[in-house]
């Protein structure tokens, strides 16, 4: 099974579409896994200039998946006003947010909710 997360990355457009190699990160030679990865999101939605990716319930392993080693990696070296990342995982305080949703066209946040069934 594994640990799971639930993750969102938002990210301007014209970041995926820069050329990477430039930032010192090698998009060609995985480019595979990248689009996997990628392909795989739950949520893909296109506003104005960002792009939202959301995955629920994935294995966000850095050290053993290239595809997710890659794009934190790259969320390491662009400007923060381009991209707004959130992981919440199983534990209660695992929690994460990177980058600035300031820019961002989407509302991104964590909420506690109590519930009853």
Not at 4 to 26: E, P, Q
Not at 34 to 39: E, G, H, V
Request: aromatic residues 14%.
């Amino acid at each position: 099974m594994g640990y799971r997360s639930h993750v969102i990355l938002a990210i301007k457009k014209d970041v995926l579409g820069k050329n990477l190699n430039k930032l010192g990160i090698n998009y060609l030679s995985i480019k595979e896994e990248i689009d996997k990865i990628l392909l795989c999101s739950s949520s893909c939605i296109v506003e104005k200039d960002w792009v939202l990716y959301e995955w629920i319930n994935i294995k966000w392993y850095e050290k053993e998946y290239r595809g997710i080693n890659w794009l934190v990696n790259l969320m390491k070296r662009i400007d923060q006003k381009e991209y707004c990342f959130l992981r919440i995982g199983e534990g209660y305080d695992d929690t994460e947010e990177l980058g600035n949703d300031e820019n961002s066209p989407f509302d991104i946040g964590f909420r506690k909710e109590a519930y009853w069934n």
